[in-house]
């Protein structure tokens, strides 16, 4: 006996809009809560600078000259309108990082994909027997 | 499956079939070329200017692998949806649910961060002709708005649109790159700029995360199948020139730009194109690649409007979504209502998110979704090997992309965990999540046969 094509309920108006703004907040909230909660982290530091010399910034003659055309100076300081260099000469990223850490995450994205597929392939089995016609 | 109801008068309405191959061609380049304007030079501050160098090729070479597996799928499976119409038919619902949302988040959170990028330039620009208080958050605003409108009111103009001032930005770049007189030591300093590498390899792989940035959405050319004249000819010929105009412009840009500034401006410059026109001196420049920044900013915003939107409206009409978003505006033609429903989403983000995280979070969607491309294109050959169905184009070396591009996205999720690990982990709870309310409550509005309408034999072991 061929089994019969699944006939999916119809969604009401009210469910459709109540979908739609679970979506909405879904998006916002695990997109955006991080942010604000400070989970979204760049990972980036501030080395202290001893010398905010061009020289003792490591800034050759030439670099020097970009960074004054580009309207930055040297020392901490803003002078003249120009903002100094040594905030941005400063900022670097810290890549300490740990195994535990980076074996978790790795986890996390391999069993993701490994879950999804598994899934999709139970859904995937039922799609191909209704639209090719399978018998039970 | 073109058809599409319109729940307001029950008519049959589809997407008109009115574009060309440079459409195509405008929607691919005009998605990413923005990616050389801003953004990239952030692998410069993640790994130094020689490691950007290295993650531009690198990214390339997956970007490549991207394009050849996406011409190959794309020629066979055109429909709107791109890649999540493929994925629909090649593994299965919950996996087509988690692609829609990969190519909804990686588009709208890269029109978010040309917004930011528009309002910023705009602002800088500002104070530089004395008008100190100009804001930017009445651009970024204005951007998203009008752009949603152009594309609410017909894909035709939109993408026309798109081609005319992609063709601009990428002619700006070469204006530069010439004017800069690359044959000689006049304004190029790389012996005095280029300092090594000050993270060591470690960098250079770190890079890899925003070397992405140089062709990220160059597979959004996918999203127009439902819309061009002939499928089978014009995506894979308007993907490949698009990948191949991508690698030049990269290289061009890297050159310039790392030639021009200290590695430690670079990497962190919003528009780094238009700080190497000012260090020329150049008033024309100046105004050449402020417009150049502003036009690809535009284009690659204007694109993504479109592409999510497609997305969006593919899942809508599959009922994957609330089938309110499946329908198609009965005098434009456009997928309307998911067009309106994305505006607040990308107005969001671009309002309140720094640039560095709006990025991240397109660009790690776009890595998820080149990591299911590698295994679908390799299930793709096996359901159907070569000669069961009629492919537009077979790719070459199966399965060495696929595998290539595997071990080059295992590199970048290294790549986005140093530095941005918590953002990786915050991402993957939001697809777990949505997973889940598919799998457990959306999944019984959809029909289960009709989800798959090409015309191909039934696949290889089932």
């Keep these: 006996m061929a089994k019969a094509p699944y006939r999916p309920p119809v969604q009401s108006q009210i469910g459709q809009i109540f979908d739609t703004l679970f979506l909405l907040a879904l998006v916002l909230a695990s997109l955006f809560a991080p942010l604000y909660l400070g989970l979204a982290g760049s990972g980036k530091t501030t080395v202290e600078l001893s010398d905010t010399s061009w020289a003792g910034m490591k800034q050759n003659a030439t670099m020097q000259a970009q960074w004054e055309k580009l309207g930055y100076t040297d020392g901490t300081e803003a002078k003249d309108g120009r903002q100094p260099a040594s905030k941005l000469i400063a900022t670097r990223f810290d890549y300490d990082f740990s195994f535990v850490e980076l074996a978790a995450s790795a986890l996390v994205v391999i069993a993701y994909f490994f879950i999804v597929f598994y899934w999709s392939k139970k859904e995937y089995r039922e799609v191909i027997d209704e639209r090719f016609g399978n018998s039970e | 499956m073109t058809a599409e109801t319109s729940p307001a008068n029950g008519e049959r309405i589809s997407l008109l079939r009115v574009l060309g191959p440079g459409h195509v061609w405008a929607l691919g380049v005009g998605i990413v070329l923005v990616g ?136 700006s770049i070469c204006v530069l790159f010439f004017a800069v007189q690359p044959w000689s030591d006049v304004y190029i300093k790389h012996d005095q700029l280029l300092t090594g590498l000050p993270y060591g390899w470690l960098g250079v792989l770190a890079a890899l995360h925003f070397g992405m940035w140089f062709y990220l959405g ?196 290294f790549a986005v965990f140093l530095g941005y690990g918590t953002q990786l982990i915050a991402m993957m709870v939001f697809y777990i999540v949505a997973s889940l309310w598919f799998a457990l409550h959306r999944y019984k509005y959809v029909r289960r046969g009709e989800q798959f309408a090409m015309p191909w034999p039934k696949p290889v072991g089932y």
């Design chain 2, 36 to 171: 050389e304007y801003m953004g990239w030079n952030f692998a410069v501050g993640k790994g130094g200017a020689i490691a950007a160098l290295i993650a531009c090729w690198f990214a390339g070479l997956l970007y490549t692998c991207v394009a050849m597996i996406d011409s190959e799928v794309t020629s066979t499976v055109a429909a709107a949806g791109g890649q999540y119409a493929q994925a629909k038919h090649i593994v299965g619902p919950l996996m087509a649910f988690n692609v829609g949302l990969y190519l909804v988040f990686a588009y709208t959170m890269l029109e978010a961060a040309n917004a930011i990028t528009l309002g910023h330039l705009v602002q800088t620009v500002g104070a530089m002709a004395g008008f100190e208080n100009t804001n930017d958050k009445p651009f970024i605003v204005l951007t998203i708005m009008f752009l949603a409108w152009l594309n609410y009111r017909g894909v035709y103009t939109t993408l026309t649109f798109s081609l005319v001032i992609t063709a601009f930005a990428f002619v």
């Design chain 2, 218 to 413: 160059i597979e959004g050319t996918t999203q127009a199948a439902e819309e061009v004249r002939s499928p089978a000819r014009a995506l894979p010929l308007g993907t490949m020139t698009g990948i191949i105009t991508l690698l030049i412009a990269a290289t061009m840009t890297w050159y310039i730009c790392s030639g021009l500034m200290p590695w430690e401006y670079l990497g962190q410059s919003v528009t780094p194109l238009f700080d190497a026109a000012r260090l020329t001196n150049s008033t024309l420049l100046m105004v050449l690649l402020f417009i150049g920044t502003i036009f690809s900013a535009l284009a690659s915003a204007n694109c993504c409007i479109n592409d999510a939107s497609r997305a969006w409206f593919s899942m809508g009409r599959d009922h994957y979504l609330p089938q309110v978003f499946g329908a198609v505006h009965p005098k434009y033609r456009t997928p309307y209502r998911s067009i309106v429903f994305l505006v607040p989403v990308a107005l969001v983000f671009a309002y309140f998110a720094p640039l560095d995280r709006v990025i991240t979070f397109s660009i790690l969607s776009g890595l998820l979704e080149y990591t299911f491309m590698a295994f679908s294109v390799i299930l793709f050959r096996r359901k159907w090997p070569l000669g069961t169905i009629k492919r537009g184009y077979v790719h070459p070396f199966h399965p060495l992309p696929a595998v290539m591009l595997l071990v080059l996205c295992a590199a970048t999720y």
